[in-house]
């Protein structure tokens, strides 16, 4: 049973490009959440994401935008990447029905140069 | 605002000995949560503490939560090195609302 997936696991861009950052959920979870974790920080909420709508939404800017599939999995995209969006991005899948326990992926390490 | 505070953020310990780290948390809340994260990786669940009163154990941890106090704790006993490690507390807001708010940290190193 495979557990949380991100890809790519690393990444290099600069100011003013944009990101796609990918996440395929634990099996039988139906809900992805994505957060930033800046270096020597407890990681912030982005957003979650339960049937294919945005469900919850932390204080980041709309630069920050994402989407899930139909098969649950989600990708995270950032616009007009500053030096400050360098981070480890991570995701979290949970089942709605059961808020008891999110599992994290293993993350993708943005840095904007 | 949820607020989530714990401390202390730095502990260098000996092996053998006993500690705590605290996290208290500014607003009432469902479920608090605790998760381990090793240097450069992604973080592990340890703990889920869903009432007051609330006490789990796994191993050298152990994890309560007062909910009156809006207050847990992480209780280490006889630590090893393999503990070493960051831990964070996370609490939801509740109310159908799950994106965690997490604490800075604490980051325990020990020692032989």
């Known amino acids: 049973d495979a557990g949380v997936t991100q890809s790519p696991t690393h990444l290099i861009k600069t100011r003013g490009q944009q990101v796609t950052l990918r996440c395929s959920p634990k099996s039988g979870h139906d809900t992805v959440s994505w957060y930033q974790q800046a270096l020597g920080q407890g990681p912030q909420f982005i957003f979650q994401y339960y049937e294919e709508e945005e469900r919850q939404r932390g204080n980041f800017p709309d630069r920050f935008s994402g989407h899930q599939f139909p098969n649950y999995s989600s990708e995270l995209n950032v616009n007009a990447l500053l030096l400050g969006d360098s981070a480890l991005y991570l995701c979290a899948s949970s089942l709605l029905a059961d808020r008891e326990t999110q599992y994290f992926g293993p993350g993708t390490r943005l840095l904007v140069l | ?112």
């Open chain 2, 1 to 112: 605002e949820l607020k989530v505070e714990q401390n202390p953020l730095f502990l260098s310990m000996q092996e053998g000995k006993n500690y705590t780290i605290y996290c208290n948390y500014s607003t009432t809340s469902d479920r608090l949560y605790w998760y381990r994260q090793d240097p450069g990786k992604s973080l592990e669940s340890l703990f889920v503490l869903l009432s007051n009163g609330a006490v789990k154990q796994e191993g050298r941890l152990m994890a309560s939560l007062d909910t009156k106090a809006r207050l847990s704790t992480l209780h280490i006993t006889a630590a090893v090195h393999d503990l070493s490690a960051t831990y964070f507390c996370a609490v939801d807001s509740g109310g159908g609302a799950d994106g965690l708010t997490f604490g800075k940290g604490t980051h325990l190193i020990i020692q032989p």
